[in-house]
Nanobody, 116 residues
Framework: QVQLVESGGGLVQAGESLRLSCAASGNIFSFYAMDWYRQAPGKQRELVARITKSGATNYADSMKGRFTISRDNAKNTVYLQMNDLKPEDTAVYYC??????????WGQGTQVTVSS
């Protein structure tokens, strides 16, 4: 069974950058799309970015221009580059693999904390 493991979170100051990684134990092309979600305390989990098998990307409006999703197919890894971080970006960030028939797969999450 494929597993997803996030890494790269941490504590940064506003305006700084982080790159999150989502490493899959199996082929990421078993998913029709890979997503990054985030959830702040007391808030709903929200979609941050998506990349499809074809490489098409989508972003939540608030992240456009600051966040970039990408992948390394040979490494079975999806990345989220986060620039110009703001305190409101503080959340647990989750990687998600979407499968049409076999069920979606979630990673364990990685904490991102942005101080002002």
């Amino acid at each position: 069974q494929v597993q997803l493991v996030e890494s790269g979170g941490g504590l940064v100051q506003a305006g700084e950058s982080l790159r999150l990684s989502c490493a899959a134990s199996g082929n990421i092309f078993s998913f029709y799309a890979m997503d990054w979600y985030r959830q702040a305390p007391g808030k709903q989990r929200e979609l941050v970015a998506r990349i499809t098998k074809s490489g098409a990307t989508n972003y939540a409006d608030s992240m456009k221009g600051r966040f970039t999703i990408s992948r390394d197919n040979a490494k079975n890894t999806v990345y989220l580059q986060m620039n110009d971080l703001k305190p409101e970006d503080t959340a647990v960030y989750y990687c998600k693999g979407n499968r049409l028939l076999s069920g979606d797969v979630w990673g364990q999450g990685t904490q991102v904390t942005v101080s002002s």
